[in-house]
């Protein structure tokens, strides 16, 4: 196990109130393992990566313990942290315009993170960079590394991110929605060299998406959030064939396949009553039970974990 993180609490406190954003998420990466966390937009799957990096903002208040090779980063001090970011775990941000310098050269802002973590500097970190952006499929890499970022479409944003967040061999890397804001045959060439790169230098990936079709693509498993608690884990084939939890039931069904017929579903954006499983506003296995607790997240068959009482 490369990553565990057990009962993870994140909560934000706002004009005087506080949100709970994570409600006890608990679950592991092996090494070399590719592990999807899936859930619509506000379900807390960047607060998960950010506590893993431990760069939730200040008015964010969290518990519990995120393990990586048995050390709790949260009892690590900054300094700590600091060698570890970027180095041996490492996160493609959600947005790469807010995440690049747009005053420095793109190749130099790659080549910073050599320099930073290994001491590799000059024509052999440049030659690395550029060798590596090559691999990501920027063209004239030797000219582009001169670039700067409004020079570059979304895209290549995109494959730059990748490349600061590769270039130093981590041995976790944490994405978050990478390619959401690209077009879908950008999008895949993207997914295609990131999965290839973690899989060539035996990384493992956490890797977020609202997007189910993309877990089955690249995820060996598959953990699914929602308003904050893990409902449903598993391996990604299992999980598909067999879902649990009828938020992952509802899930699959809008997956768009060739030939299927998709059901327009109304969607409640009503917050379940205090105490109640988090689906319960929307789900339509609900019983009175469902109204007064939530359930324990449990293993029904090896390995396939779920949070509902209909198991
Ligand atoms: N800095 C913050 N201050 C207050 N609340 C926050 C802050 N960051 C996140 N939240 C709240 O925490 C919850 C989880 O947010 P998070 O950004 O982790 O969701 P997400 O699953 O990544 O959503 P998206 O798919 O839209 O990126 C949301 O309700 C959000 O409004
Ligand atoms: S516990 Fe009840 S409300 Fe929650 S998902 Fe299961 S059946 Fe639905
Ligand atoms: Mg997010």
Redesign the pocket.
Same mark, same amino acid.
């Given at each position: 196990m490369l990553l565990e993180v057990r009962d993870l609490k994140v909560g934000?406190h706002?004009l005087g109130d506080y %949100?709970e954003?994570l409600s006890g998420v608990s679950f592991f990466v092996n090494r070399g393992e590719i592990y999807c966390l899936l859930?619509e937009?506000?379900?807390?799957? %960047?607060?998960v990566l950010k506590s893993i990096m431990r760069l939730l903002?200040g008015?964010a208040e969290y518990s519990g313990e995120v393990l990586f090779e048995g050390e709790n980063l949260f009892e690590l001090s900054e300094e700590e942290m600091v060698s570890i970011r970027g180095c041996k775990v490492s996160m493609v941000f959600?947005e790469p315009m807010t995440s690049l310098n747009p005053t420095m050269r793109i190749g130099d802002q790659v080549a910073e993170v050599l320099e930073f973590h290994y001491g590799i500097k000059g024509k052999k970190a440049r030659e690395r960079v550029i060798e590596l952006l090559e691999r990501l499929g920027i063209e004239n890499a030797k000219e582009r590394y001169f670039h700067y970022p409004h020079l570059f479409s979304g895209g290549m944003r995109q494959r730059v991110m990748i490349a600061m967040a590769v270039i130093a061999e981590p041995k976790l890397i944490l994405a978050d929605?990478p390619t959401t804001a690209l077009d879908v045959t950008v999008q895949s060439q993207i997914l295609k060299l990131l999965v290839e790169l973690v899989k060539e230098r035996k990384s493992s990936l956490l890797f977020v998406t609202?997007d189910f079709s993309v877990a089955a693509e690249i995820g060996d498993r598959v953990g699914l959030l929602y308003r904050g608690y893990m409902v449903e884990e598993g391996l990604v084939e299992e999980v598909l064939k067999n879902p649990l939890h009828p938020y992952t039931k509802d899930l699959i069904e809008a997956i768009p396949l060739p030939g299927k017929r998709l059901k327009a579903k109304s969607i409640t954006q009503e917050t379940p009553p205090a105490g109640a499983c988090p689906y319960f506003s929307r789900c339509e296995k609900r019983t009175d039970i469902c109204r007064t607790q939530i359930p324990q997240f449990k293993e029904v068959n090896k390995g396939h974990r779920v949070r509902c009482f209909l198991y």
């Amino acid at each position: 196990m490369l990553l565990e993180v057990r009962d993870l609490k994140v909560g934000f406190h706002l004009l005087g109130d506080y %949100t709970e954003a994570l409600s006890g998420v608990s679950f592991f990466v092996n090494r070399g393992e590719i592990y999807c966390l899936l859930g619509e937009s506000g379900s807390g799957k %960047t607060a998960v990566l950010k506590s893993i990096m431990r760069l939730l903002p200040g008015n964010a208040e969290y518990s519990g313990e995120v393990l990586f090779e048995g050390e709790n980063l949260f009892e690590l001090s900054e300094e700590e942290m600091v060698s570890i970011r970027g180095c041996k775990v490492s996160m493609v941000f959600q947005e790469p315009m807010t995440s690049l310098n747009p005053t420095m050269r793109i190749g130099d802002q790659v080549a910073e993170v050599l320099e930073f973590h290994y001491g590799i500097k000059g024509k052999k970190a440049r030659e690395r960079v550029i060798e590596l952006l090559e691999r990501l499929g920027i063209e004239n890499a030797k000219e582009r590394y001169f670039h700067y970022p409004h020079l570059f479409s979304g895209g290549m944003r995109q494959r730059v991110m990748i490349a600061m967040a590769v270039i130093a061999e981590p041995k976790l890397i944490l994405a978050d929605e990478p390619t959401t804001a690209l077009d879908v045959t950008v999008q895949s060439q993207i997914l295609k060299l990131l999965v290839e790169l973690v899989k060539e230098r035996k990384s493992s990936l956490l890797f977020v998406t609202h997007d189910f079709s993309v877990a089955a693509e690249i995820g060996d498993r598959v953990g699914l959030l929602y308003r904050g608690y893990m409902v449903e884990e598993g391996l990604v084939e299992e999980v598909l064939k067999n879902p649990l939890h009828p938020y992952t039931k509802d899930l699959i069904e809008a997956i768009p396949l060739p030939g299927k017929r998709l059901k327009a579903k109304s969607i409640t954006q009503e917050t379940p009553p205090a105490g109640a499983c988090p689906y319960f506003s929307r789900c339509e296995k609900r019983t009175d039970i469902c109204r007064t607790q939530i359930p324990q997240f449990k293993e029904v068959n090896k390995g396939h974990r779920v949070r509902c009482f209909l198991y």
